[in-house]
């Protein structure tokens, strides 16, 4: 894992940090998300007011999973310079590019119904942002709301959630016993490390470095793009297989209940069901599928 710098940067009047305690502070991590779905935290973003000409956002790149994660899945965060390796960037009374590519513009003509669709009655960006899962046309990064520190100790009953954050805390008595089987350890691994919460061994007392974690998240990315390989070139086969033999007729098309589809559809074209909720309740895995859907649904509904 390359170094990481505390400091490592021009400053100017838009990124040297404010002085003083902020009265209110929101924070959101953000998350590249690869073609399955899988989300992967590659940092956090704070926004820390101190009275009302005064503000500042600063994001923390979560490096230990950046630095293991393929361009396929993450190019960087639009408006910083990556290549700076800093611990935290600053940008100082003013809404950084990645905040203003994603939530609407205070003279968007339906500002308010956009506000209200989320429940709020004031204007405010980055709280939009953080109550919506709006993504930018130009990448796959998301923000959601971040929420304080918890510890989770595995072995005692105790089922990990799906929004594992940084800074929260994972115990094991031991990676052996992590699972019972290789694939629950892996699968049980990448939800963690990609997660970039802290693994706690007890066995050895100590917790895993950043340097640890980026290599085995690194090393499992790896081998689960080798045993995708292996599985689509055996799918491959098989079906050519049946082709000679007759037998192929095709893949099927997922049974959903076409109410059902309509009424989710409904609500997620008015943002009341983000996209996660929306593919879970019509039983759709697939984005491309969840969207193809919803295309059919919007001509089936257009007049003649």
């Not at 990448?139 to 595995?154: K, N």
């Not at 990990?160 to 990676?175: C, F």
């Amino acid at each position: 894992m390359k170094s990481v710098f505390c400091e490592n940067q021009v400053k100017n009047i838009y990124t040297t940090p404010l002085d003083g305690i902020p009265y209110n502070r929101s924070s959101g991590i953000i998350y590249a998300v690869d073609q399955h779905g899988c989300r992967y935290a590659v940092g956090q973003v704070d926004l820390e007011r101190f009275d009302e000409q005064n503000f500042q956002y600063i994001f923390s790149p979560e490096w230990s999973v950046i630095d293991a994660l393929p361009a396929s899945i993450f190019q960087g965060i639009p408006g910083l310079d990556m290549s700076l390796r800093l611990e935290r960037y600053y940008r100082v009374n003013m809404t950084p590019h990645f905040i203003l590519e994603r939530t609407p513009g205070e003279g968007r003509e339906d500002l308010w119904e956009l506000l209200e669709a989320v429940g709020l009655d004031y204007y405010d960006r980055f709280e939009w942002l953080l109550r919506t899962d709006m993504r930018c046309g130009t990448d796959q990064l998301i923000v959601e709301r971040a929420v304080e520190p918890r510890c989770f100790v595995i072995g005692e009953g105790c089922l990990l959630p799906d929004d594992l954050q940084p800074g929260d805390r994972v115990e094991m008595k031991s990676m052996r016993e992590m699972a019972d089987t290789n694939r629950q350890l892996r699968l049980l691994l990448m939800q963690v490390l990609r997660s970039g919460a802290q693994i706690w061994d007890q066995s050895e007392e100590r917790k895993l470095s950043k340097e640890e974690c980026s290599i085995l998240l690194k090393l499992l990315l790896v081998q689960g793009e080798l045993e995708g390989r292996h599985n689509r070139e055996q799918r491959a086969e098989g079906i050519e297989r049946a082709k000679q033999e007759g037998k192929y007729t095709g893949r099927k098309r997922i049974a959903v209940d076409w109410n059902l589809l309509r009424q989710v559809s409904e609500e997620f074209e008015q943002k009341k069901v983000t996209e996660e909720e929306a593919m879970k309740r019509t039983g759709i895995s697939s984005r491309s599928t969840f969207y193809r859907r919803l295309k059919e649904v919007r001509e089936q509904e257009l007049p003649d």
